[in-house]
C-alpha cells in the first residue's frame, strides 16, 4: 500500500482523534485525499501520507541539516537508555493511544515501537523538515505538522503523551489527555552534555551547567502528584557521532566561531547524557 493511502486509511479509521484546527469542529469524512470538517476546512493527505495542519508554514531553529545529525545519532543509541525506561513506565501491557509532541525526525517514537509499543502512535512537530524526515524513514507511526496553539488533537482522546526534549504547553495537555492520562517529559539534569557544555563555554561558568528547577516545579504545579526518574549515562562517540552532536544541538547555537574551532580539533570521546524524567497523571474531572 502506498504511503498516501495508507496515511489515508489511518485517518479514516481514528478521525475522532483529531478536530479541526480552524474551528475546532470534528473531522467528518474523507474527500478525495483530503480530510474535511463539519465547517468544510479540509486538509490534503501528502504522497508521504502526512498531513500538514499548519495556515502557514511556521519558523523554528530546527533546520534539515541539524534534524539529519539527529537521525544519525539516534539511530546510534544516544538516547536509547531513556527510551527503555519510558517503555518501562508505559508497562508490558499497556495498548493505548500515544501522541509524541515535537517528534522531530520520528526516533523515539519509531524505537518504542521497534521495542514493543502497542496501541496507536502518532508524532506530530511544527517543523515540516522534521516530518519530512521521519515519515521518509519510518512507518511506525501517523506523522502530521502541527502546532499546540492552534491543535488538531480532540479533547480527551489520548492515554499518554510523550514531551521528550521539547516545550510544553499544560493546559492543551489535559485538554487532549484522558481521564488519568499520563504525561511524560524528559528534561536535562545538571550533567546533560556537560563535557560539550565546558569544550564550548570555557570562559563562561554560568553555561557550564543546567538548572532544571522552574521546569520542575512547572511541572508540579500542574501534576502535584509527579513521579521523577533520573537517567544517567556514558556514551562513546568516535569524530563522526561527535560531529552529529555538535550540529545536533542548540548548545552550539551561542558558542563562538573560535569556540566551535577549537571543539572540532578536540573531538570528544564520551558524552554524559543526564536527564530527569517526569510523569504525571490527568486528575479525573
Given at each position: 500500500?502506498?504511503?498516501?493511502?495508507?496515511?489515508?486509511?489511518?485517518?479514516?479509521d481514528?478521525?475522532?482523534l483529531?478536530q479541526?484546527?480552524?474551528?475546532?469542529?470534528?473531522?467528518?469524512?474523507?474527500?478525495?485525499?483530503s480530510?474535511?470538517?463539519?465547517?468544510?476546512h479540509?486538509?490534503?493527505?501528502?504522497?508521504k501520507?502526512?498531513v500538514?495542519?499548519?495556515?502557514?508554514?511556521?519558523?523554528?531553529?530546527?533546520?534539515?541539516e541539524?534534524?539529519t545529525?539527529?537521525?544519525?545519532?539516534?539511530?546510534?543509541?544516544?538516547?536509547?537508555?531513556?527510551?527503555?525506561?519510558?517503555f518501562?513506565?508505559?508497562g508490558?501491557?499497556?495498548q493505548?493511544?500515544t501522541?509524541?509532541v515535537g517528534?522531530?525526525?520520528?526516533s523515539?517514537?519509531?524505537y518504542?515501537t521497534e521495542?514493543g509499543?502497542?496501541?496507536?502512535?502518532?508524532?506530530?512537530?511544527?517543523?515540516?523538515d522534521?516530518?519530512?524526515?521521519?515519515?521518509?524513514?519510518?512507518?511506525s507511526?501517523?506523522w502530521c505538522?502541527a502546532?499546540?496553539?492552534k491543535s488538531?488533537?480532540?479533547?480527551?482522546?489520548y492515554?499518554t503523551l510523550?514531551?521528550?526534549?521539547s516545550?510544553?504547553?499544560?493546559q492543551?495537555?489535559?485538554?487532549?489527555?484522558k481521564?488519568?492520562g499520563?504525561?511524560?517529559?524528559?528534561?536535562?539534569?545538571?550533567n546533560?552534555?556537560i563535557?560539550?557544555?565546558h569544550?564550548f563555554y570555557?570562559d563562561?561558568k554560568e553555561?557550564q551547567?543546567y538548572?532544571n528547577?522552574?521546569?520542575?516545579e512547572?511541572?508540579q504545579?500542574h501534576?502535584?502528584?509527579?513521579?521523577q526518574?533520573?537517567c544517567?549515562?556514558?556514551f562513546p562517540?568516535?569524530e563522526?557521532?561527535?560531529?552529529?552532536?555538535?550540529e545536533?544541538t542548540p548548545?552550539?547555537?551561542?558558542?563562538?566561531e573560535e569556540?566551535?574551532k577549537?571543539a572540532l580539533?578536540?573531538?570528544?570521546?564520551?558524552?554524559?547524557?543526564?536527564?530527569?524524567?517526569?510523569?504525571g497523571?490527568k486528575q479525573?474531572?
Amino acid at each position: 500500500m502506498k504511503k498516501i493511502d495508507q496515511g489515508i486509511q489511518f485517518l479514516t479509521d481514528y478521525m475522532q482523534l483529531f478536530q479541526c484546527p480552524v474551528c475546532h469542529a470534528q473531522f467528518i469524512e474523507i474527500k478525495g485525499h483530503s480530510l474535511c470538517c463539519e465547517q468544510n476546512h479540509h486538509f490534503d493527505v501528502s504522497k508521504k501520507g502526512t498531513v500538514f495542519f499548519l495556515a502557514h508554514q511556521a519558523k523554528n531553529e530546527y533546520d534539515k541539516e541539524m534534524l539529519t545529525s539527529r537521525f544519525k545519532i539516534a539511530q546510534d543509541g544516544l538516547f536509547n537508555p531513556i527510551l527503555d525506561v519510558i517503555f518501562d513506565l508505559m508497562g508490558p501491557n499497556y495498548q493505548g493511544t500515544t501522541i509524541d509532541v515535537g517528534c522531530g525526525e520520528g526516533s523515539q517514537l519509531d524505537y518504542l515501537t521497534e521495542k514493543g509499543l502497542k496501541g496507536t502512535k502518532i508524532g506530530f512537530d511544527i517543523s515540516k523538515d522534521a516530518i519530512q524526515l521521519a515519515s521518509s524513514h519510518f512507518t511506525s507511526a501517523f506523522w502530521c505538522v502541527a502546532d499546540l496553539a492552534k491543535s488538531p488533537f480532540a479533547t480527551n482522546q489520548y492515554d499518554t503523551l510523550l514531551n521528550i526534549f521539547s516545550p510544553s504547553n499544560y493546559q492543551e495537555f489535559k485538554r487532549i489527555l484522558k481521564d488519568n492520562g499520563t504525561v511524560i517529559k524528559v528534561v536535562p539534569e545538571k550533567n546533560y552534555l556537560i563535557e560539550l557544555r565546558h569544550l564550548f563555554y570555557q570562559d563562561q561558568k554560568e553555561k557550564q551547567t543546567y538548572q532544571n528547577d522552574l521546569v520542575i516545579e512547572k511541572f508540579q504545579e500542574h501534576f502535584p502528584e509527579m513521579e521523577q526518574h533520573r537517567c544517567s549515562y556514558e556514551f562513546p562517540l568516535n569524530e563522526e557521532q561527535f560531529q552529529a552532536l555538535m550540529e545536533m544541538t542548540p548548545l552550539g547555537w551561542g558558542a563562538s566561531e573560535e569556540a566551535t574551532k577549537y571543539a572540532l580539533l578536540n573531538p570528544l570521546k564520551m558524552i554524559t547524557v543526564d536527564v530527569c524524567i517526569l510523569v504525571g497523571k490527568k486528575q479525573i474531572s
